[in-house]
Antibody, heavy 122, light 107 residues
Framework: QMQLQESGPGLVKPSETLSLRCSVS??????????WGWIRRPPGKGLEWIGS???????FYNPSLESRVTMSVDTAKNQFSLRLTSMSASDTGVYYC??????????????WGHGTLVTVSS | SYELTQPPSVSVSPGQTARITCSGD??????AYWYQQKPGQAPMLIIY???ERPSGVPERLSASSSGATATLTISGVQTEDEADYFC??????????FGGGTRLTVL
């Protein structure tokens, strides 16, 4: 059974860069025609899609975050990563890594990690 | 950016039917998806491609889509259905977007 697990710092200082990693088990990120992505939920707010990438490195990002986001993939480790620069308090929230799409369910987020809380504070 | 509009909250008594709407200009041409999120848990996909239920999702959760509005219906609401519900779709370029979410309260 596929599992996704986020890892990274829980606390980031303002203006610094957030780096998160997602480890995928139970499936190879190089198989299939789907993407892998990141979604976040700030406290008291809704879900926000950050971006998605394909195993060959193709990426697409939320236009509102595109200037600060970089996603990458490590196929040897079956992992993908998120970098978000110039962090501010408004970036505080739970960050989820997700599987984006499948032949059956279409362009939705059908597998989720448990999420990791990221707090931006000095 | 593309917007999907949901009511912030819906309240029903146990056994009643809850309906949560999601409106968006691109919905006539894009599928709607629905997620349920309970406190402390990750969101879970409950509806895909407008009306389809993943295995394990109770039949009392159903959905439809007509024109620019998608609707999630929960029949015979139970206390365990109390959660936040999010619709998701995409704009004309395929960029994903979420609705603001609806908190379902079971009175």
């Amino acid at each position: 059974q596929m599992q996704l697990q986020e890892s990274g710092p829980g606390l980031v200082k303002p203006s610094e860069t957030l780096s998160l990693r997602c480890s995928v088990s139970g499936a190879s990120i190089t198989r299939g025609t789907y993407y892998w992505g990141w979604i976040r939920r700030p406290p008291g707010k809704g879900l926000e899609w950050i971006g998605s990438l394909y195993y060959n490195g193709n990426t697409f990002y939320n236009p509102s975050l595109e200037s600060r986001v970089t996603m990458s993939v490590d196929t040897a480790k079956n992992q993908f990563s998120l970098r978000l620069t110039s962090m501010s308090a408004s970036d505080t929230g739970v960050y989820y890594c997700v599987k984006h799409g499948s032949e059956t369910t279409g362009a939705c987020f059908n597998h989720w990690g448990h999420g990791t809380l990221v707090t931006v504070s000095s | 950016s593309y917007e999907l509009t949901q009511p912030p909250s819906v309240s029903v008594s146990p056994g009643q039917t809850a309906r949560i709407t999601c409106s968006g200009d691109a919905l006539p041409n894009q599928y709607a998806y629905w997620y349920q999120q309970k406190p402390g848990q990750a969101p879970m996909l409950i509806i895909y491609k407008d009306t389809e239920r993943p295995s394990g999702v109770p039949e009392r959760l159903s959905a439809s889509s007509s024109g620019a509005t998608a609707t999630l219906t929960i029949s015979g609401v139970q206390t365990e259905d109390e959660a936040d519900y999010f619709c998701q779709s995409a704009d004309s370029d395929g960029t994903p977007a979420f609705g603001g979410g609806t908190r379902l309260t079971v009175l």
